[in-house]
């Protein structure tokens, strides 16, 4: 009786243990912590307020089948960083393209035109770079209409930094989705955002 009620707890024990190493890479990512708001201001014709935040810890991203079809919906800007960079390491072109405004398929297209390149030349150029890697949501800054999330990769074999970059997310018009990755080329908060002190004042082109 007692070695059946000691296996009992060992079963149990062992169930919580494998749940909470999920739970350290899919929960933080439902339900990351930010740390307080700072407010800046770019001046570029008119002021542009916008607030910055850093993950902390920062959301180490599990880029996977199951991140891309836990988070289709897209119900939070996290939601749609983690989409974008898990297919992306899955090679999942369509479900990567599923998660652009028209505008950014749009400007996918025009760019994979111009270098004459095919999806699967993409694909395979991802899967290459996400090899031995470890991705993390760092930042998250809120404008409002839009909210900019920055990404790292390192390798996980010496620590190099492989790419640092910032993801664009606002409001989508697909109602199969809350969010969606944007194009906000030439908006000075998403081009200038990262600089030290409070003010930053860009002079009139």
């Not at 607030?51 to 919906?73: A, G, H, I, L, W």
Request: glycine fraction near 4%.
């Amino acid at each position: 009786m007692r070695l059946k009620k000691f296996n009992k707890l060992v079963i149990i024990a062992t169930i919580s243990f494998f749940s909470l190493l999920t739970c350290d890479n899919l929960c933080a990512q439902d339900t990351p912590t930010l740390t307080a708001p700072v407010q800046k201001k770019i001046v570029r014709d008119y002021v542009n307020l916008f607030y910055v935040m850093q993950y902390s810890p920062t959301v180490v991203v599990k880029v996977s089948d199951s991140s891309t079809e836990k988070y289709k919906n897209v119900v939070k800007p996290e939601h749609a960083a983690i989409v974008y960079l898990s297919a992306q390491a899955q090679g999942q072109f369509d479900r990567f393209n599923s998660v652009l405004s028209k505008s950014m398929q749009d400007q996918m297209a025009a760019e994979l035109t111009k270098t004459g390149k095919t999806v699967t030349d993409l694909v395979t150029e991802w899967k290459t770079k996400y090899v031995n890697t470890k991705v993390e949501l760092t930042h998250r800054v809120e404008r409002g209409s839009y909210s900019i999330i920055r990404y790292r990769i390192t390798s996980t074999l010496d620590g190099r930094l492989i790419e640092e970059k910032d993801i664009a997310i606002g409001p989508s018009s697909d109602h199969g989705r809350i969010y969606e990755v944007i194009d906000l080329r030439g908006d000075p908060v998403y081009e200038n955002w990262n600089f030290e002190g409070t003010t930053k004042v860009i002079p009139k082109q």
